[in-house]
């Protein structure tokens, strides 16, 4: 038989910051499609919409009037799954049936007062200041000696449940660290007491080296499809220097910063020459007042789509009660978000 | 402050079979709904469709015609994700890009040759014979040495990938144990290590007693939503008597697993009378030569939709970043749940 070929053979990669594995099937990209097609959103939104709860001057639906924002604008989100007032208590029948109250807050950040732009069409200016509210949104709640985790994030498009278009992410905030970032801090941890140094120092390092999954670089970032990708187009965008959060990057990587978020989010619409769905986040050190030194923040972006604007990659049967698994290779997706041009697709064809 | 009631206000619940957390916000069903809806599929095929690839009789993708079956007909996957002859080989870079070759086999079931039904539309003793099906394939599959894991599973309808609406499910079977099935080995064993009794044996006397999240019961099963239910009308279907695998099921308990899930089956389309999607499952005990005698047998039904035929739950930014989260509680879907007819609504307005 021939030798193993990650390109070719179906393998399993280990994700080193969550301790699991994925299944990769390079194979079956082939695989004819009759199933579901994504609908494509009209492209063509207004700069204002007066139906839109986000627009500046509009009304809510708790009746509050958004101001006339110019930049960004932050507020309690209405319908938050998290609220600040919860009785404590705890439920524990067994060790089977266990329950604990919860308490935090959801913050909206709405990127732009303008309804039609989304991240890859805004200035790289006016994306270092949704940067800026990061900072100090994550600061702030995470300063409430409540508040021990704070996550923050980003659902674009109707693919990824976001059920309004104009530009926005939230924040969730809470008492405990959620699932994924606890791994991540075991993982971390274990990793930085073994060898004194972050886990993605070392794996950036790598990347570097070998170029084959780096997307993009500059000064102080560097964008890769991980080795251990789930979602098709899935991207990690990682600090070179090794900071636990983003209030400690300096002011020319938050430049940098806001800069990549440019450069890759041009990459993503480009890809099939749509407004590209996605859910994105930062994971950075829980703050329950602990140093957490081996954390590492980094962006992680999990996009849908496989094969073009209308066929998603489905994360059903097999992965929910196997693991995830994957057809095209981390190193495939990587060479086509490199090969495409850095000038959006409706600048292009102006 | 008022005291904690779970049915009210925000917390985590905890789940034993994975060792995780998921966050539940009663408060927030009240949520307006703009985003995506789902599209509802015609309710109407022909018993026969010429060009489907799974109708008896009719020809395949790789020119194989399937035989003029009469009750269910399995054959391996066209396009299977594991194949069986993979070169053995890894690759593991500084512990960070670790991979492995992985061998195994894909199978396709169908439930039936009609390409208009569905199982809760199936006769139970056609219900009977999937069963049997599923018996003899983990059974032959697992006796294969290098066979570890045997994944039997059914994706339903187009918002679960579901690229062919003619009734069948898929087996993936691996040298390796998926990352579900091995959290659940981990929990189990440790259980049964404290108590000499199997967890889900503890856990369905707790909710039998409770009968709060019970939504069926026969003789041999009991079909609850479970404490820790991810989505809205998720289930869990459990045998009373701790077997480790289907193949140790007297034929009265097989008999009783196929009326069980036709009437479950029945119940999730007269929720909202359409054609129910979900994913479902078997976690057995891994095929591997060991006893595994702390593990019990199971099946996990992971139904999308939130609360009309159209709107579905989204598992996106927080739930990919941080935890699952839910809306309605596990205690009201099973309220709706129990409170259907058992009469197939198609049935009912005859
Ligand atoms: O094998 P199918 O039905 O073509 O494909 C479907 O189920 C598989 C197993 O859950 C998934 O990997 C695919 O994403 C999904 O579209
Ligand atoms: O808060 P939104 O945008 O209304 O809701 C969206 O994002 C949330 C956080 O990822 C998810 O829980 C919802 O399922 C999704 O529809």
Redesign the pocket.
Known sequence: MAEFDSAEHPHRRYNPLSGEWILVSPHRSK?PWQ?QQEKTAAEQRPTYDPTCYLCPGNTRANGAVNPAYEGTFVFDNDFAALVADVPAGSVNIGGLLRAESESGVGRVICFSPRHDLTLPEMETTDIRRVVDVWVEEYRTLGANPDINYVQIFENKGQAMGASNPHPHGQIWAQRTVPVEPAKETVQQAAYFAEHGRSLLTDYVAIEVKEQTRVVLENESFVVVVPYWAVWPYETLVVPRRHVQDITQLTAAEKDDFADILRQLTIRYDNLFEISFPYSAGLHQRPTDGQAHESWHFHMHFYPPLLRSATVR??M????MLGNP?RDVTPEFAAERLRSLSGVHYKQATQ
Do not use: I
């Open positions: 695989r199933g990659k489905f059903v049967g097999y992965e698994q």
